[in-house]
């Protein structure tokens, strides 16, 4: 059964990379240095641990970034929830989240969603975005669009930075 992905235009696409442009969603968020421990909080969120109980679709990508020091994980919330009806978490560990839009670089890579792998094609793709003189306006994001027993081979990765376009 397929997941909702967060929606997006591809602007521009080159062999490395394309530029898409995302509208607003929300999402719901955990910071935490264990990266186990914020994903358990977003799962048991969507699984009902939220103010009215409800199970929630799992969506993709899973995000990661580097937030005030502390790594953040969001779960994008599926396209028929905005803030007047999403159900607010029981957790206070797991905040809603506007995602805000805009233009995004990515670069899609396969294998493992190890941090090693994503440092190497973040940096492959910060490299590029300088040598077009396309500016960075945000922190690297890992995006994640498999379960874990996909096999490597067949996953789909990719990193991302905000970017300031047209």
Same mark, same amino acid.
């Given at each position: +059964?397929?997941?909702?992905?967060?929606?997006? !235009?591809?602007?521009?696409?080159? @062999?490395?990379? @394309?530029?898409?442009?995302?509208?607003?969603? =929300?999402?719901?968020?955990?910071?935490?240095?264990? @990266?186990?421990n914020?994903?358990?909080? =977003?799962?048991?969120?969507?699984?009902?641990?939220?103010?009215?109980?409800?199970?929630?679709? +799992?969506?993709?990508?899973?995000?990661?970034? @580097?937030?005030?020091?502390?790594?953040a994980?969001?779960?994008?919330?599926?396209?028929?929830?905005? /803030? !007047? &009806?999403?159900?607010?978490?029981?957790?206070? !560990?797991? /905040?809603?989240?506007?995602?805000?839009?805009?233009?995004?670089?990515?670069?899609?890579?396969?294998?493992?969603?190890?941090? /090693?792998?994503?440092?190497?094609?973040?940096?492959?793709?910060?490299?590029?975005? /300088?040598?077009?003189?396309?500016?960075?306006?945000?922190?690297?994001?890992?995006?994640?669009?498999?379960?874990?027993?996909?096999?490597? +081979?067949?996953?789909?990765?990719?990193?991302?930075?905000?970017? &300031?376009?047209k």
């Open positions: +059964m397929a997941n909702e992905e967060a929606k997006y !235009d591809v602007v521009k696409s080159n @062999e490395i990379y @394309e530029i898409r442009k995302y509208s607003d969603r =929300l999402a719901v968020q955990a910071l935490n240095t264990n @990266e186990n914020s994903f358990r909080k =977003l799962f048991n969120y969507i699984s009902g641990d939220n103010e009215t109980n409800e199970e929630i679709k +799992m969506t993709i990508p899973v995000t990661q970034m @580097e937030n005030k020091g502390n790594m994980m969001q779960f994008y919330l599926p396209s028929k929830f905005n /803030k !007047d &009806n999403v159900p607010y978490p029981s957790s206070s !560990d797991v /905040k809603i989240v506007n995602i805000e839009g805009g233009y995004y670089a990515v670069i899609r890579y396969s294998g493992r969603a190890s941090n /090693k792998n994503f440092i190497k094609h973040k940096e492959i793709l910060e490299n590029e975005l /300088k040598k077009n003189n396309i500016s960075i306006s945000g922190s690297a994001i890992k995006a994640s669009y498999n379960s874990p027993f996909t096999l490597p +081979m067949l996953k789909r990765n990719e990193a991302m930075f905000k970017v &300031n376009w």
